[in-house]
């Protein structure tokens, strides 16, 4: 490594040649998205696969039918789960009905996941 010191003003500072400065901001940032991550993973939090995520941000697809679909459920289980119509899940999903609080409540615990992912 080329390393030459300077001291101006009282201070020592260190030259470096401008390929080697630049390797060491890469350097930095790595260890910081490093460090990052490690926090992350500590947090107890679900994560998504890309497809779940694709599949809400960039399909625009029903949320419910979304987490319904990775939690391995039928249309009619999940029903089942929260005391409600097939049916009425159905028109949930597709939007041609909003569903009662009540029912949304029920159907984002039977999918545990927040209120405010499926609404």
Do not use: W
């Amino acid at each position: 490594m080329n390393i030459e010191t300077v001291e101006r003003q009282g201070k020592e500072y260190v030259l470096v040649p401008r390929e080697q400065y630049n390797q060491f901001l890469e350097d930095a940032e790595m260890l910081r998205d490093i460090r990052e991550f490690r926090e992350a993973k500590t947090i107890n939090e679900e994560t998504y696969p890309g497809e779940v995520v694709n599949r809400l941000i960039l399909n625009e697809e029903s949320p419910i039918r979304v987490y319904r679909d990775h939690r391995g459920l039928t249309q009619q289980q999940l029903a089942d789960k929260c005391g409600i119509q097939r049916a009425y899940l159905a028109e949930i999903e597709t939007g041609r009905k909003s569903g009662s609080v009540k029912t949304l409540k029920a159907i984002a615990a039977a999918l545990d996941v927040d209120l405010t992912s499926i609404s």
